[in-house]
């Protein structure tokens, strides 16, 4: 079976830090494009960051930059979400997605329809 499944998410106060994972397994992600999108209620979902499997290439939501890091573990094949300074604003559902191309432009990546894949989600709270 094909699946995303996130953890690490939970309640923390401003200024916290969080490190969410995302395992995959069920097929090869090595030639995949991998993303953290988030949700609020009533909204879209936000990209927040994407990491290119193959080459570790990185690209950031201007709201998170500078305060939160994708990377990937292979041999665990493993996405994770570095959070650090988290502000009440950043509290949403926080999912992970992948897709197979990647070689694609930028804004490519940035909209949640290029995705086939996701995981259920896990909540991020950051109270004030």
């Known amino acids: 079976q094909v699946q995303l499944v996130e953890s690490g998410g939970g309640l923390v106060q401003v200024g916290a830090s969080l490190r969410l994972l995302c395992a995959a397994s069920?097929?090869?992600?090595?030639?995949?494009?991998m993303a953290w999108f988030r949700q609020t209620p009533g909204k879209e979902r936000e990209f927040v960051a994407r990491?290119?499997?193959?080459?570790?290439?990185?690209f950031y939501a201007d709201s998170v930059k500078g305060r939160f890091t994708i990377s990937r573990d292979n041999a665990k094949n493993t996405v994770y979400l570095q959070m650090n300074s988290l502000q009440p604003e950043d509290t949403a559902v926080y999912l992970c997605?992948?897709?197979?191309?990647?070689?694609?432009?930028?804004?490519?990546?940035?909209?949640?329809?290029?995705?086939?894949?996701w995981g259920q989600g896990t909540q991020v709270t950051v109270s004030s």
């Open positions: 997605a992948a897709q197979t191309a990647t070689d694609r432009s930028i804004a490519y990546y940035v909209s949640s329809r290029r995705y086939d894949l």
């Open positions: 069920g097929r090869t992600f090595s030639n995949s494009a």
């Open positions: 990491i290119i499997w193959s080459t570790g290439s990185t």
